[in-house]
């Protein structure tokens, strides 16, 4: 590997670190998902035992991150760009003005080959390593 190709990769990490830090703030100050946690009552069959449990829902009573392999239980447990960019119709209506902010930043992002599927931080990495 090369020195010139050694310092485009700390540029783009760098430059996603930045653009991540900057939709995970305008998520945190506008709240568009509205998260919240919802009491739900399950019953154990033979015993018929009632045991109540709880789950995150946000305002599309998702959340839409439900099934994805990052998702812990308490919330994202990695740095995904992809994702901070995203807001499902319901919370753009409630928010309008934030899909127009996000879409700047996936602008830049796409532009610097910065954004995949669901891929962590890491994997973007890796995959920036390999290129050429």
Known sequence: MNIKHNISIVYKMLLYDFLYFAADLLIKLRNPCEIHQIDYDVLLLPTDKKI???RAVCISNGPCCEGCRYLGD???????????????????????????????????????????LRDSREETYQFLKKSR
């Open 52 to 54: 109540t449990m709880r």
């Open 74 to 116: 308490n919330g994202c447990t990695t740095k995904c760009l992809r994702c901070k960019l995203w807001v499902c119709y319901k919370a753009s209506v409630k928010h309008p003005k934030l899909p127009s902010l996000l879409k700047k930043i996936t602008i830049i992002a796409s532009r610097q080959t910065l954004l995949w």
